[in-house]
């Protein structure tokens, strides 16, 4: 079949596939564009060479699009992916450009300047698809509201949303990848923007749609020669002895005050994304790491390793090691690679001789290297190591490295503290008032309503700042027969401490009294629940407890107060965690009150936030913590304490004592400021 293109209007509700072909129509102005596979052929083979070229700094083979490359279209995209997972997608769009150069532009981006991603590394070329998307026009949607579902058809339209000055673009293949429904689209091109999930409903949101061919192959297969290995040993053999023997005469140089080189004329200088010295007692074999790497920017060694020289220097002198007493190892690393989530990675053939791998989740980071080792027990020794709480979204990276040692190992994670005994007020001032006086004046505003006290096993309240929220919180705690132990569970809003903590303080500090805590119990619970740890840190500045805490004191004031601040975690981990807590409890003389410290939906419209909450209270109504988690997470509800309230109520279920939820109130901040365009949902509840 002979390729070709064709400009013409055509109606805008049309659509046409013809054998063979593939055609993209504009909806407004600009016409079909009809592709044959020769066509798609030599697209791909023009973003796959200069997608290689790229990433591989060679001149790429030149690729004829002969008929396509003056054609002028509204957009082009390359997208990279490796395993089904993107590895890059970068393009041009809304600025009509020759095809050739619009194709040519966006390869060069997608190989190197995705801002979600580093750069492709030559190791990655073997195991990428590569797909080319052109474009058409864009056309405003005009129907408001739930119409603009029936407006948006996957697969055939891609979406762009414009709001509050923010932009989001999803190409039409995306909800296909992922099997998105018509309104997951709409959703995820909101998210895309930065904006909340629903916006698309909000009459100020723009929604654009558009049309697109794509075409795909796996990226070698487009190549018209055998792909090269690419040198990415940093030094020679000899320039890495020099190096490592310079390392050590500059150490000693500034462990006696002399005045040391500031670099090793003998050794080049480079560009790299990862060093490390690893100082090594002789005596004890104890290590001392200094570590520095970075996968989307390259830094200079010479200058960034002397500083890390000095650094090391000033540790040697304080422990007063002697020449003899300690070595210093020296590790460089380049050419990083992104490999994706750690859950259902398949390393088969990782060169672990050359190659070290990077694994991250959250604030945990971790850079591990053993020669000679499966990259499938590198990983298992990361997920120990870092203790891994979420195996779908930590990623995996791996850098091109150099160093005498046949393994290393760099943790990075926050670390428990136990801080002081008495744990000092954190947001007295801004949640709720600091001086006593007006704490008391505002306790006996919120406790104005007399309630009869009955027995519950656990409660929710909310936690935003008193003017807010205070009022549904005191008509919840005020009807509970308050035990002589609660443990509030909340979430941690903060980046501070680990990722599960039960604070180990004996004393709650606070303006109108302190609260005593219970030590005992949080060890117990710190040991029957995994990955729970007593740890200071993460309680320092965390709002969700400390805001109950005057409330509490109010009502009880005897009662001792057990913190748990909640990181992230899923479903088989909040089960695991309620198996624990459930255990501890059943184990006491009398049970404790179980306080799940959340706010509801955060910033959607008022009518939007209370149909969002509503969601997540009939799966609580329901008495189902497993349809809870997955509703606000499938609906995007930003429900921050629904990890706390997962792990209660199944708690609960395991001890047989789940069977009634009752609710108290509900409002969202709209009732308190006026303001209904961007709103908060606060939720009381009752449990038994």
Same mark, same amino acid.
């Given at each position: ?6 400009? @013409?209007?055509?109606? =805008? ?21 009809? %592709? ?17 070229? $790229?990433?591989?700094? $060679? ?6 699009? /002969? ?29 009509? !450009? ?14 190197? #300047? ?13 195991? *990428? ?7 058409? #026009? ?31 673009? !999803? ?17 995820? $091109? ?12 909000? &009459? ?21 020669? &055998? ?7 940093? !030094? ?17 140089? *500034? ?9 090793? &004329? ?58 003899? /007493? ?40 971790? +850079? ?17 190591? %870092?203790?891994?709480?979420? %195996? ?28 002081? /005994? ?23 505003? !919120? ?15 909310? @936690?935003?700042? +008193? ?7 005191? #008509? ?31 004393? +709650? ?15 117990? %619970? ?12 993460? @309680? ?90 997955? $509703? ?26 789940? =069977? ?14 006026? #303001? ?13």
């Amino acid at each position: 079949m002979q390729s070709f293109l064709k400009q @013409h209007p055509l109606p =805008s509700s049309s659509s046409e596939q013809q054998k063979g072909s593939t055609s993209m129509q504009s909806d407004s102005t600009t016409a079909r564009i009809e %592709l044959s596979p020769e066509h798609h052929q030599r697209l791909l083979q023009k973003a796959a060479a200069v997608v290689v070229g $790229t990433a591989t700094r $060679t001149v790429p083979a030149e690729i004829a699009l /002969e008929e396509l490359e003056t054609m002028v279209i509204n957009g082009a995209f390359v997208s990279l992916k490796r395993q089904g997972q993107l590895r890059s997608c970068c393009g041009n769009f809304g600025q009509p !450009l020759p095809l050739g150069q619009a194709l040519h532009q966006a390869a060069i981006r997608a190989a190197k #300047d995705d801002p979600r991603f580093p750069p492709i590394s030559p190791s990655e070329i073997e195991q *990428l698809d590569v797909e080319v998307w052109l474009l058409s #026009d864009l056309e405003l949607v005009e129907e408001q509201g739930l119409e603009r579902l029936k407006a948006v058809q996957v697969g055939l339209h891609g979406l762009q949303i414009r709001a509050d000055g923010r932009s989001g673009l !999803l190409l039409p293949g995306v909800p296909l990848d992922h099997g998105w429904s018509e309104e997951e689209f709409l959703n995820q $091109t909101c998210i895309k923007a930065g904006l909340p999930p629903t916006a698309w409903k909000d &009459p100020g949101t723009r929604l654009l749609r558009y049309q697109g061919v794509s075409c795909k192959a796996k990226l070698v297969e487009m190549l018209d020669a &055998p792909l090269e290995k690419v040198a990415t040993q940093i !030094l020679s053999h000899r320039e890495f002895a020099q190096y490592q023997q310079y390392i050590q005469s500059t150490i000693e140089a *500034l462990r006696l005050g002399q005045v040391p080189s500031y670099y090793c &004329p003998q050794v080049s200088d480079a560009n790299i994304q990862g060093v490390a010295l690893i100082l090594i007692h002789e005596n004890t074999s104890e290590e001392l790491v200094l570590s520095k790497w970075a996968l989307k920017q390259s830094f200079p060694m010479q200058s960034t390793v002397f500083s890390m020289c000095q650094q090391l220097a000033q540790i040697i002198a304080r422990q007063n090691l002697r020449p003899g /007493e300690f070595q210093v190892k020296l590790v460089l690393a380049t050419d990083p690679a992104l490999h994706g989530p750690v859950e259902g990675l398949n390393l088969e053939n990782f060169d672990s001789r050359n190659r070290s791998l990077l694994v991250m989740e959250g604030q945990k980071t971790g +850079w591990f290297y053993q020669r000679e080792e499966t990259a499938a027990k590198i990983i298992a020794r990361a997920q120990e190591s %870092l203790s891994l709480m979420q %195996l779908e979204t930590a990623q995996v990276a791996s850098m091109a490295t150099q160093s005498a040692l046949h393994r290393f190992e760099i943790v990075n994670r926050p670390r428990a503290e136990l801080g002081t /005994e008495i744990r000092p007020t954190g947001v007295a001032g801004t949640f709720y008032p600091a001086d006593p006086e007006s704490v008391e004046t505002q306790l006996d505003e !919120l406790f104005r309503d007399a309630a009869e006290p009955q027995t519950w096993a656990a409660a929710m309240v909310p @936690h935003a700042g +008193w003017k807010y929220s205070g009022k549904i919180a005191a #008509d919840v705690l005020q009807r509970i027969k308050v035990p002589s132990t609660i443990i509030v569970i909340g979430p941690k809003h903060t980046r501070e401490g680990v990722e599960w903590a039960v604070a180990p303080h004996k004393v +709650w500090q606070l303006p109108n009294g302190n609260l005593e805590a219970d030590v005992t119990l949080a060890r117990r %619970l710190a040991e029957e629940i995994p990955g729970l740890e007593l740890d200071a840190a993460a @309680h320092r500045s965390e709002h969700a407890i400390e805001v109950e805490l005057p409330l509490i004191k109010r009502l009880a004031p005897d009662s001792h107060v057990v913190g748990i601040a909640i990181g992230g975690g899923n479903l088989q981990q909040c089960d695991d965690f309620a198996a624990g807590l459930a255990r501890v409890i059943e184990q006491l003389d009398e049970p404790p009150l179980m306080l799940i410290s959340s706010d509801m939906n955060h910033f959607a419209t008022d009518v939007e936030n209370r149909r969002l909450d509503q969601l997540a209270l009939e799966k609580m109504d329901a008495l189902d913590p497993d349809g809870l988690l997955e $509703t606000v997470r499938a609906q995007h509800i930003s429900m921050c304490g629904v990890l706390p309230a997962v792990i209660v109520m199944k708690t609960l279920q395991k001890m047989g004592k789940l =069977s009634q939820v009752e609710r108290v109130g509900y409002a969202t901040s709209g009732d308190v400021t006026g #303001d209904r365009s961007r709103v908060v949902g606060y939720a009381g509840l009752l449990i038994n």
